[in-house]
């Protein structure tokens, strides 16, 4: 089991740029698979980038690739995602994600998540 806190969330105007932090704590917590998804008003969970502890492979969502970027430093246990050219759909409550090897795209497949950090972008 690894626990996961978000940091970094906030109000932006469109256009702008906010980077959300994830530490993990736990055994062995380095060598977790780490990801993000998000979650807006009356909108089920969706999928937004992710990053591979075992080779450093990073996998996005349509809706983020080119302004979005998932990065993690090992030493620190934290996973970052610079967030650039917010639109205000890109607003939602962010959660960060662990699971062991898988970083693929389905949130059932992650048993560990964070408590989740609002992003809220204006127009």
């Known amino acids: 089991q690894v626990q996961l806190v978000e940091s970094g969330g906030g109000l932006v105007q469109a256009g702008g740029s906010l980077r959300l932090s994830c530490a993990a704590s736990g055994r062995t917590s380095s060598r977790y698979s780490m990801g993000w998804f998000r979650q807006a008003p009356g909108k089920e969970r969706e999928f937004v980038a992710s990053?591979?502890?075992?080779?450093?492979?990073?996998n996005y969502a349509d809706s983020v690739k080119g302004r979005f970027t998932i990065s993690r430093d090992n030493a620190k246990n934290t996973v970052y995602l610079q967030m650039n050219s917010l639109k205000p759909e890109d607003t939602a409550v962010y959660y960060c994600v662990a699971a062991m090897t898988y970083y693929g795209t389905s949130a059932f497949q992650y048993p560990n998540w964070g408590q989740g950090t609002q992003v809220t972008v204006s127009s």
């Open positions: 990053t591979s502890w075992t080779d450093g492979n990073t």
